[in-house]
Protein backbone atom coordinates (compact mmCIF):
# COMPACT_ATOMS: atom_id res chain seq x y z
CA UNK A 1 0.00 0.00 0.00
CA UNK A 2 1.30 2.89 -0.88
CA UNK A 3 1.79 6.06 1.91
CA UNK A 4 0.96 9.46 1.65
CA UNK A 5 3.79 11.66 2.49
CA UNK A 6 2.65 15.73 4.00
CA UNK A 7 4.29 18.67 4.26
CA UNK A 8 3.84 21.29 6.46
CA UNK A 9 4.82 24.61 7.43
CA UNK A 10 2.56 25.38 10.48
CA UNK A 11 2.32 28.74 12.34
CA UNK A 12 1.85 29.11 15.91
CA UNK A 13 1.72 31.22 19.02
CA UNK A 14 2.60 30.17 22.75
CA UNK A 15 3.25 32.10 25.46
CA UNK A 16 6.72 30.99 27.34
CA UNK A 17 7.08 32.06 30.98
CA UNK A 18 11.04 32.82 31.36
CA UNK A 19 12.52 33.46 34.98
CA UNK A 20 13.86 36.40 34.50
CA UNK A 21 12.39 37.94 31.63
CA UNK A 22 9.94 40.96 32.50
CA UNK A 23 8.80 43.13 30.53
CA UNK A 24 11.91 45.60 31.00
CA UNK A 25 14.64 43.04 29.96
CA UNK A 26 16.01 44.33 26.49
CA UNK A 27 15.60 42.40 23.33
CA UNK A 28 19.46 41.32 23.15
CA UNK A 29 19.04 39.55 26.55
CA UNK A 30 15.68 37.90 25.51
CA UNK A 31 17.80 36.43 22.23
CA UNK A 32 20.30 34.95 24.36
CA UNK A 33 17.85 32.42 25.59
CA UNK A 34 16.92 30.75 22.31
CA UNK A 35 18.12 27.44 23.47
CA UNK A 36 15.79 27.49 25.67
CA UNK A 37 13.01 28.80 23.60
CA UNK A 38 13.98 26.08 20.87
CA UNK A 39 13.83 23.27 23.17
CA UNK A 40 10.35 24.19 24.62
CA UNK A 41 9.13 24.61 20.90
CA UNK A 42 10.94 20.98 19.28
CA UNK A 43 8.82 19.40 23.02
CA UNK A 44 5.47 20.95 22.19
CA UNK A 45 5.40 20.14 18.41
CA UNK A 46 6.98 16.21 19.01
CA UNK A 47 3.72 16.04 21.68
CA UNK A 48 1.39 17.58 19.45
CA UNK A 49 2.52 15.58 16.05
CA UNK A 50 3.66 12.53 17.53
CA UNK A 51 2.97 10.30 14.55
CA UNK A 52 5.65 12.25 12.24
CA UNK A 53 8.95 10.87 11.64
CA UNK A 54 10.88 14.25 11.56
CA UNK A 55 10.00 17.49 12.98
CA UNK A 56 12.99 20.29 11.71
CA UNK A 57 12.20 24.00 12.78
CA UNK A 58 13.74 26.01 10.12
CA UNK A 59 13.26 29.28 11.97
CA UNK A 60 11.62 30.74 14.64
CA UNK A 61 10.84 34.39 16.42
CA UNK A 62 10.31 35.08 19.87
CA UNK A 63 9.60 38.57 21.87
CA UNK A 64 8.49 40.01 24.69
CA UNK A 65 4.70 40.19 25.42
CA UNK A 66 4.03 43.17 27.62
CA UNK A 67 0.31 41.96 29.00
Same mark, same amino acid.
Given at each position: *?? *???? +??? @?? !? %?????????????? $????? &?? &? %???? $? +??? %? &????????? &?????? +? !?? !??? @?? $?
Amino acid at each position: *MA *MLRI +YSE @VS !F %KADLPLEGVDERTR $DFDVQ &RR &R %KEVL $D +YLQ %K &RLAAAFSDS &RDLTVH +Y !FG !FSV @VN $D
